[in-house]
């Protein structure tokens, strides 16, 4: 069975752009999650979405955006891209919306801004 | 304001002692908590959890305790193993938004043969 994957696996952009991340969970899952990872940092929650909708949202800029589609996968967007936001983007996926539910995080996208 | 905190970036242990890596945290209404390894070059991996209404969980060579009053967890592994080696996260969930979880920094463990 396949795990969770995400696209691309590395991506190089420059301040003030804008990217787009994407996600697919494990074949039944209903949740993504999407967290930020900074060198040296813990993963930060920056979203939830439970069967297309959103759950939660973390401590980010209005930047920030994602959906979810209706075979579960989802999308992360960032807007006016700031070298701060340069980071391993990691998206997890689970069965229920609850975070106790375990959770399978994909290899992540490692976003670079120049 | 970190609330999981993970004071101990690196440690370094003998192949067939013991492991223990600590986690501390602020937030009185954390309620769950978890234990996830990353490898370089893959997502964290769950490893084991206990709810804040037990002290202690198990499952093979991994034992994490739970410490409410000192707002105190640590993770046992026993013996360790090479293949052991990676950065261990400590995550906690609050009840008041049971989607999310708060990562601690990480301290990446070494086993040495």
């Known amino acids: 069975d396949a795990g969770v994957t995400q696209s691309p696996t590395h991506l190089i952009k420059t301040r003030g752009q804008q990217v787009t991340l994407r996600c697919s969970p494990i074949?039944?899952?209903?949740?993504v999650s999407w967290y930020q990872q900074v060198l040296g940092q813990g993963p930060q929650f920056i979203f939830q979405?439970?069967?297309?909708?959103?759950?939660g949202r973390g401590n980010f800029p209005d930047r920030f955006s994602a959906r979810q589609f209706p075979n579960y996968s989802s999308e992360l967007n960032v807007n006016a891209l700031l070298l701060g936001d340069s980071a391993l983007y990691l998206c997890a996926s689970s069965l229920e919306g609850r975070a106790t539910y375990e959770q399978y995080f994909g290899p992540g996208t490692r976003l670079t801004v120049t | 304001d970190q609330q999981v905190k993970q004071n101990s970036p690196s440690l370094s242990v003998q192949e067939g002692r013991i492991s223990i890596l600590n986690c501390d945290y602020t937030?009185?209404?954390?309620?769950?908590f978890l234990w996830y390894k990353k490898y370089p070059a893959e997502g964290p991996t769950f490893l084991i959890s206990?709810?804040?209404?037990?002290d202690k969980n198990e499952d093979g060579r991994f034992t994490v305790f739970l410490n409410k009053s000192a707002k105190h967890l640590s993770l046992h592994i026993v013996p360790s193993q090479p293949g052991d080696s990676a950065v261990y996260f400590c995550?906690?969930?609050?009840?008041?938004?049971?989607?999310?979880?708060?990562f601690g920094k990480g301290t990446l463990l070494t086993v040495n043969p």
């Open positions: 206990i709810s804040s209404i037990k």
């Open positions: 074949s039944g899952h209903k949740s």
């Open positions: 979405y439970y069967e297309k909708e959103e759950r």
């Open positions: 937030n009185s209404m954390f309620d769950y």
């Open positions: 995550a906690a969930r609050s009840g008041g938004s049971n989607y999310k979880l708060t």
